[in-house]
């Protein structure tokens, strides 16, 4: 879950093990991201929610809209891009709610 995980990396330090000691793997039929058409919404909203909690210090607040920004960008070009216009408007409303604006929402 992202949101989780962005809650556990707010409190607790993060990185990276260079062996690895998970397996993932992808694209079996009963994977989450398959029931659903826009995963990266769902981390949108997650990064939204985690900026309107105020629990982040300066640093963690700078790189999470960092990475809103980015991440909404890509979603808002790609659902324009497919004629979804008021998808990506929703997604440019929830981030005027945290004063946050990609160049994408100002087209």
């Known amino acids: 879950d992202y949101g989780e995980w962005l809650r556990i990396a ?5 990185g ?3 062996r690895p000691y998970v397996i993932k793997y992808g694209g079996h039929a009963d994977q989450r991201s398959r ?3 826009a995963m990266d919404r769902f981390r949108i ?3 939204v929610n985690i900026l309107k909690s105020g629990v982040l210090n300066p640093e963690q607040e700078k790189a ?8 909404s960008g890509i979603y808002i070009l790609g659902a324009l891009k497919r004629g979804l ?3 990506a408007q929703i997604i440019c409303e929830l ?9 994408a929402c100002m087209s």
Do not use: A, G, N, Y
């Open 45 to 47: 909203q997650s990064l």
């Open 85 to 87: 216009k008021e998808e």
């Open 35 to 37: 029931q659903f058409s």
């Open 10 to 14: 707010r409190k607790v330090p993060v």
């Open 64 to 71: 999470t809209r960092k990475m809103l920004k980015i991440k």
């Open 16 to 18: 990276l093990i260079e």
């Open 95 to 103: 981030l005027q709610e945290i004063h946050l604006e990609p160049d």
